[in-house]
């Protein structure tokens, strides 16, 4: 049965359909001879049931109930219909409201003479106290309830007595007493034979504080009983805390993506009811999800909108827990000043509540931001005083947490060896505790220690010890989103491992080295190769947001055009509209990654011996390896290897990167300034690139041996045209046949996929206009040299796209493009009625052997930690391109196509794709000798001539 549908007498059934209507001063005026205490007695009973499953119908009747009481008058009807009130304001999240009615009832029943059903009262009173931070005035009631319940032989408000003493431990940290609390209230409930809500949120209790206590699996298995019972009991509010506090578990096991699928599912049903206190316990725990996965900037933002939350509801002790994780982010971040403002807020409110370990914690937390800083003085202070605090704690990972923040400020200090002890002494504790995030941490310390005491093989043990902890963690990750944010993690690892392995004095094997390099390269791309299913994020929200997202692009470009002049301050607030939309959409799509379920495997690098079988018989794999200041290169063909130290520190390379990506812009200037300079560009363009093949290339030249190279480039490397370096006689593009991977192991899956029969055709867009003149020369000689019967177009939408080039073979775009280096999701390519975004990309399935992004800066990549490349490159790998064509810098359409003409007349005689662009390049260079005309195209992926046009060459369908 339904609300309202009790089978009661007809006044009661009458006055719970009064729930919600305008009309019940009215009707109760009608009954009013009619009512009867016992008529309120039902419809406080009535509201301490709907509180769990509709917190909305129950501030109703409450309402009702008020009414009533008032219309029969005195005490006791203003205690019982107060106590209705309270309640329902108590689990609608309006808690001081819910204290007053609370208050109220109490002194109206103490006025009645009802001391038992005062203190019942007051059990309930007890819990909302806790939740406000007030434990000692709860505890004041505590005193006198007992003996009240006792004497009147109530076990069931004993043991919620019991259960709300457990909470008020919970409060103080002290978890040892708290279940020793929880597990009197379960004999007492069971004595009883109740097995209502209480007994549920009981449950919910103690697999919190097993949760605490680190028995994760058992704390697992109490939260599953709990959800299942207030599942069957319609409980709708207790099954979304259950499954909050589910993901809670999760967070502090490290079982990230989890964590957040479970509190994306709680805080989901918190805004339909609406709580939005139980809204920010999520984003809470979303936020210190979000800080491992290096997502310090989120965490930031959602941690400090959940204090706001918190410190407005008077919530204090949920205020400064969200104050030290948004301090632990802006740490993250270098906001020095805004972290300790933070951390000192979140220790004063701890202080004010008498919580002598949280604020050690919040005292701890400073500590290792000061420590991180160099603040090494200021460190140990703040140390000294979280210890003092901590003393009183018996939580296991706290101490643990404790000893590595201490030996993290001694590393800083110059003391490895104090450091180790520290370390140490939180190892003994680590069979005690189930979070893996704090053994990891523990390990990398003691990696760092062990090298900076010259101990390398210890620290190389330590280093594989926490990547592997670190792996584990990864393949929980089941979005690409998140594993690309976890690779930070594992960026800063495999670095410091590899300096370890070729700074420890041995001549490092390049089977070693190269095993840890591919470890630490674009894994997250890696598995997103291999993944399995659509990866498709279209929802309702996403769509709309795409929808506004075009109409503030146009506006933007007519507002642009307007020939009267743009309206600067319309722009801005258009823009502002853009990065609106841009944010909601990354935001939508990190929602909907982190509500669906594991979806990607793991995928293991290739091995050395692999990796070395599978490179082309003529091939050499020039592998970069840039660690602290030194650049490193693997040199490996399938019967040699060799590493190479380079004499040129990282820094003088970025210089030069720097500088020629300076010569690069200057062909943004206008053509009667270029025609003036264009000779000293060129020397100059050409003087730098002759250093760095001098720094990069000339060390490791007479070692290749043959024609074709394999580039994998590492960090700042990717931006680098290595086919562009010149020995002052030939550029190496056309002394060597030169293609590009992000990693080795990458470019074996893009080589090896298998084109389902190619039975479409070839489909080219040319987008005319915009500064394009020469975009029809180029589409009508790509279609003339691939064949006539082409899908050609103008313009098209994404989804059109999408659909039509499934099944073709080549993909030519000659188009607009747009990198963007402040939001690479963001990179786009202009199809004409619509852009392609990077992240649209993730709807696609290609087949296709050659794509060709005849656009500006289509190979741009933002690098991320991990080497982690974000770009178009990496969105066409994931649809399923066999190999690209991309440019890395803005490009001229009329030399563009003249490249494209020498290209594909290369590829129709049967040359390799690399082969082919290195002819076009040599034909172009020619006539403008300046790199920036004939080396802004690369080859990615597999290096063959293109089958299908041997196809259709002979004739054959």
Same mark, same amino acid.
């Given at each position: 049965?339904?609300?309202?549908?009790?089978?009661?007498?007809?006044?009661?059934?009458?006055?719970?359909?009064?729930?919600?209507?305008?009309?019940?001063?009215?009707?109760?005026?009608?009954?009013?001879?009619?009512?009867?205490?016992?008529?309120?007695?039902?419809?406080?009973?009535?509201?301490?049931?709907?509180?769990?499953?509709?917190?909305?119908?129950?501030?109703?009747?409450?309402?009702?109930?008020?009414?009533?009481?008032?219309?029969?008058?005195?005490?006791?009807?203003? &205690?019982?219909?107060?106590?209705?009130?309270?309640?329902?304001?108590?689990?609608?999240?309006?808690?001081?409201?819910?204290?007053?009615?609370?208050?109220?009832?109490?002194?109206?029943?103490?006025?009645?003479?009802?001391?038992?059903?005062?203190?019942?009262?007051?059990?309930?009173?007890?819990?909302?106290?806790? *939740?406000?931070?007030?434990?000692?005035?709860?505890?004041?009631?505590?005193?006198?309830?007992? !003996?009240?319940?006792?004497?009147?032989?109530?076990?069931?408000?004993?043991?919620?007595?019991?259960?709300?003493?457990?909470?008020?431990? %919970?409060?103080?940290?002290?978890?040892?007493?708290?279940?020793?609390?929880?597990? *009197?209230?379960?004999?007492?409930?069971?004595?009883?034979?109740?097995?209502?809500?209480?007994?549920?949120?009981?449950?919910?209790?103690?697999?919190?504080?097993?949760?605490?206590?680190?028995?994760?699996?058992?704390?697992?298995?109490?939260?599953?009983?709990?959800?299942?019972?207030?599942?069957?009991?319609?409980?709708?509010?207790?099954?979304?805390?259950?499954?909050?506090?589910?993901?809670?578990?999760?967070?502090?096991?490290?079982?990230?993506?989890?964590?957040?699928?479970?509190?994306?599912?709680?805080?989901?049903?918190?805004?339909?009811?609406?709580? !939005?206190?139980?809204?920010?316990?999520?984003?809470?725990?979303?936020?210190?999800?979000?800080?491992?996965?290096?997502?310090?900037?989120?965490?930031?933002?959602?941690?400090?909108?959940?204090?706001?939350?918190?410190?407005?509801?008077?919530?204090?002790?949920?205020?400064?827990?969200?104050? %030290?994780?948004?301090?632990?982010?802006?740490?993250?971040?270098?906001?020095?000043?805004?972290?300790?403002?933070?951390?000192?807020?979140?220790?004063?409110?701890?202080?004010?509540?008498?919580?002598?370990?949280?604020?050690?914690?919040?005292?701890?937390?400073?500590?290792?931001?000061?420590?991180?800083?160099?603040?090494?003085?200021?460190?140990?202070?703040?140390?000294?005083?979280?210890?003092? *605090?901590?003393?009183?704690?018996?939580?296991?990972?706290?101490?643990?947490?404790?000893?590595?923040?201490?030996?993290?400020?001694?590393?800083?200090?110059?003391?490895?060896?104090?450091?180790?002890?520290?370390?140490?002494?939180?190892?003994?504790?680590?069979?005690?505790?189930?979070?893996?995030?704090?053994?990891?941490?523990?390990?990398?310390? #003691?990696?760092?220690?062990?090298?900076?005491?010259?101990?390398?093989?210890?620290?190389?043990?330590?280093?594989?010890?926490?990547?592997?902890?670190?792996?584990?963690?990864?393949?929980?990750?089941?979005?690409?989103?998140?594993?690309?944010?976890?690779?930070?993690?594992?960026?800063?690892?495999?670095?410091?491992?590899?300096?370890?392995?070729?700074?420890?004095?041995?001549?490092?094997?390049?089977?070693?080295?190269?095993?840890?390099?591919?470890?630490?390269?674009?894994?997250?791309?890696?598995?997103?190769?291999?993944?399995?299913?659509?990866?498709?994020?279209?929802?309702?929200?996403?769509?709309?947001?795409?929808?506004?997202?075009?109409?503030?692009?146009?506006?933007?470009?007519?507002?642009?055009?307007?020939?009267?002049?743009?309206?600067?301050?319309?722009?801005?607030?258009?823009?502002?509209?853009?990065?609106?939309?841009?944010?909601?959409?990354?935001?939508?799509?990190?929602?909907?990654?982190?509500?669906?379920?594991?979806?990607?495997?793991?995928?293991?690098?290739?091995?050395?011996?692999?990796?070395?079988?599978?490179?082309?018989?003529?091939?050499?794999?020039?592998?970069?390896?840039?660690?602290?200041?030194?650049?490193?290169?693997?040199?490996?063909?399938?019967?040699?290897?060799?590493? %190479?130290?380079?004499?040129?520190?990282?820094?003088?390379?970025?210089?030069?990167?720097?500088?020629?990506?300076?010569?690069?812009?200057?062909?943004?200037?206008?053509?009667?300034?270029?025609?003036?300079? $264009?000779?000293?560009?060129?020397?100059?363009?050409?003087?730098?690139?002759?250093?760095?093949?001098?720094?990069?290339?000339?060390?490791?030249?007479?070692?290749?041996?043959?024609?074709?190279?394999?580039?994998?480039?590492?960090?700042?490397?990717?931006?680098?045209?290595?086919? &562009?370096?010149?020995?002052?006689?030939?550029?190496?593009?056309?002394?060597?046949?030169?293609?590009?991977?992000?990693?080795?192991?990458?470019?074996?899956?893009?080589?090896?996929?298998?084109?389902?029969?190619?039975?479409?055709? !070839?489909?080219?867009?040319?987008?005319?206009?915009?500064?394009?003149?020469?975009?029809?020369?180029?589409?009508?000689?790509?279609?003339? $040299?691939?064949?006539?019967?082409?899908?050609?177009?103008?313009?098209?939408?994404?989804?059109?796209?999408?659909?039509?080039?499934?099944?073709? !073979? *080549?993909?030519?775009?000659?188009?607009?493009?747009?990198?963007?280096?402040?939001?690479?999701?963001?990179?786009?390519?202009?199809?004409?009625?619509?852009?392609?975004?990077?992240?649209?990309?993730?709807?696609?399935?290609?087949?296709?052997?050659?794509?060709?992004?005849?656009?500006?800066?289509?190979?741009?990549?933002?690098?991320?930690?991990?080497?982690?490349?974000?770009?178009?490159?990496?969105?066409? #790998?994931? &649809?399923?391109?066999?190999?690209?064509?991309?440019?890395?810098?803005?490009?001229?359409?009329?030399?563009?196509?003249?490249?494209?003409?020498?290209?594909?007349?290369?590829?129709?005689?049967?040359?390799?794709?690399?082969?082919?662009?290195?002819?076009?390049?040599?034909?172009?260079?020619?006539?403008?000798?300046?790199?920036?005309?004939?080396?802004?195209?690369?080859?990615?992926?597999?290096?063959?001539?293109?089958?299908?046009?041997?196809?259709?060459?002979?004739?054959?369908?």
């Amino acid at each position: 049965m339904g609300f309202g549908d009790k089978r009661h007498d007809t006044v009661t059934a009458r006055l719970f359909a009064l729930a919600g209507s305008e009309h019940s001063a009215g009707v109760l005026r009608l009954l009013r001879s009619r009512l009867r205490i016992e008529h309120l007695s039902n419809l406080q009973l009535e509201v301490a049931q709907l509180v769990r499953s509709s917190p909305a119908n129950a501030l109703s009747l409450a309402a009702v109930a008020w009414q009533v009481a008032r219309l029969l008058k005195g005490a006791h009807a203003r &205690a019982i219909a107060r106590r209705a009130q309270a309640e329902a304001h108590f689990f609608s999240g309006k808690l001081h409201r819910a204290l007053r009615f609370y208050d109220q009832s109490i002194a109206a029943y103490r006025e009645a003479g009802e001391k038992e059903e005062m203190a019942r009262t007051m059990v309930g009173r007890m819990s909302l106290l806790a *939740l406000l931070g007030r434990g000692d005035e709860a505890l004041g009631d505590a005193r006198l309830i007992r !003996p009240i319940l006792t004497r009147a032989d109530d076990r069931t408000y004993l043991a919620k007595y019991h259960m709300n003493r457990g909470n008020l431990h %919970v409060a103080r940290d002290d978890y040892r007493h708290a279940l020793k609390e929880y597990n *009197l209230a379960r004999e007492l409930f069971l004595m009883e034979g109740v097995s209502d809500a209480a007994v549920v949120g009981l449950d919910q209790n103690r697999a919190a504080v097993l949760t605490y206590m680190d028995q994760f699996e058992e704390a697992l298995v109490t939260y599953g009983e709990a959800k299942s019972a207030a599942h069957d009991l319609g409980y709708l509010a207790l099954e979304a805390q259950i499954t909050h506090n589910i993901g809670h578990l999760h967070v502090l096991s490290s079982r990230h993506h989890e964590a957040l699928r479970y509190l994306g599912e709680a805080r989901d049903t918190f805004e339909k009811i609406p709580d !939005p206190v139980q809204v920010a316990k999520c984003d809470l725990n979303r936020s210190d999800v979000y800080l491992r996965l290096h997502l310090a900037e989120e965490a930031a933002t959602i941690a400090d909108s959940a204090a706001q939350v918190f410190l407005e509801n008077r919530l204090r002790y949920d205020g400064g827990l969200s104050l %030290v994780i948004a301090g632990r982010a802006l740490s993250e971040l270098g906001r020095n000043a805004e972290a300790l403002t933070r951390f000192r807020r979140a220790r004063r409110l701890f202080e004010g509540e008498d919580l002598p370990i949280r604020a050690g914690l919040a005292s701890l937390r400073t500590a290792e931001h000061e420590g991180r800083r160099g603040r090494i003085q200021a460190a140990r202070l703040s140390f000294q005083h979280a210890s003092k *605090l901590l003393r009183g704690s018996t939580v296991t990972s706290i101490e643990m947490l404790r000893l590595q923040i201490h030996a993290s400020i001694e590393l800083r200090a110059g003391r490895p060896e104090r450091a180790l002890s520290e370390l140490r002494n939180a190892m003994k504790l680590e069979r005690q505790i189930g979070d893996p995030w704090l053994r990891f941490q523990g390990r990398l310390l #003691m990696g760092r220690a062990y090298a900076d005491t010259g101990a390398g093989r210890r620290g190389v043990a330590a280093f594989e010890s926490a990547a592997k902890i670190a792996e584990r963690m990864r393949m929980e990750l089941g979005s690409d989103e998140l594993r690309v944010s976890f690779s930070g993690t594992q960026a800063g690892l495999y670095d410091e491992l590899l300096q370890l392995v070729l700074q420890s004095g041995r001549s490092p094997r390049v089977r070693r080295v190269f095993e840890i390099a591919e470890r630490g390269r674009s894994r997250s791309l890696l598995d997103q190769l291999l993944a399995t299913g659509s990866n498709s994020y279209s929802n309702s929200r996403l769509s709309r947001q795409e929808t506004r997202l075009s109409w503030f692009r146009n506006r933007f470009q007519e507002e642009s055009l307007r020939q009267e002049g743009a309206d600067r301050s319309r722009l801005a607030r258009i823009k502002k509209g853009i990065r609106s939309c841009e944010r909601k959409i990354i935001e939508e799509r990190r929602v909907v990654a982190e509500r669906s379920g594991a979806g990607l495997k793991t995928i293991d690098p290739d091995s050395f011996d692999v990796m070395r079988a599978a490179l082309p018989r003529a091939e050499t794999l020039v592998e970069y390896v840039i660690v602290g200041t030194k650049i490193y290169a693997l040199l490996v063909t399938r019967d040699t290897k060799r590493l %190479v130290t380079l004499d040129a520190s990282s820094e003088t390379i970025e210089n030069l990167l720097r500088q020629f990506a300076a010569q690069i812009d200057h062909f943004a200037l206008p053509d009667r300034f270029l025609e003036r300079r $264009i000779d000293y560009l060129t020397e100059s363009a050409l003087r730098i690139t002759r250093a760095l093949y001098d720094h990069l290339w000339r060390p490791i030249d007479n070692e290749i041996k043959t024609r074709s190279v394999l580039v994998v480039p590492h960090r700042f490397l990717h931006a680098l045209p290595f086919h &562009a370096l010149d020995d002052g006689r030939l550029p190496v593009g056309e002394r060597y046949r030169i293609r590009y991977a992000p990693s080795a192991t990458i470019d074996r899956l893009c080589r090896n996929r298998r084109i389902r029969g190619n039975r479409g055709k !070839p489909f080219l867009l040319g987008l005319e206009g915009g500064g394009l003149a020469s975009v029809k020369r180029e589409t009508e000689a790509v279609a003339g $040299i691939v064949g006539n019967d082409v899908i050609s177009m103008t313009s098209t939408t994404v989804r059109d796209f999408i659909d039509t080039c499934s099944e073709s !073979p *080549l993909i030519h775009l000659a188009t607009h493009g747009r990198f963007r280096a402040d939001n690479p999701s963001f990179s786009s390519l202009a199809l004409g009625a619509e852009d392609l975004h990077l992240y649209q990309l993730s709807d696609a399935r290609l087949n296709s052997e050659l794509v060709t992004l005849s656009a500006c800066r289509t190979g741009s990549s933002f690098v991320r930690k991990g080497d982690e490349l974000i770009g178009l490159a990496r969105g066409f #790998m994931l &649809a399923g391109a066999t190999s690209l064509v991309v440019s890395l810098w803005r490009v001229r359409d009329e030399v563009t196509a003249d490249w494209m003409s020498q290209f594909y007349g290369s590829l129709r005689d049967g040359r390799t794709k690399p082969e082919a662009a290195g002819i076009a390049a040599k034909e172009i260079r020619k006539k403008h000798p300046h790199p920036y005309f004939w080396a802004p195209f690369q080859v990615m992926g597999s290096p063959k001539p293109l089958r299908f046009l041997k196809r259709r060459k002979t004739g054959n369908p």
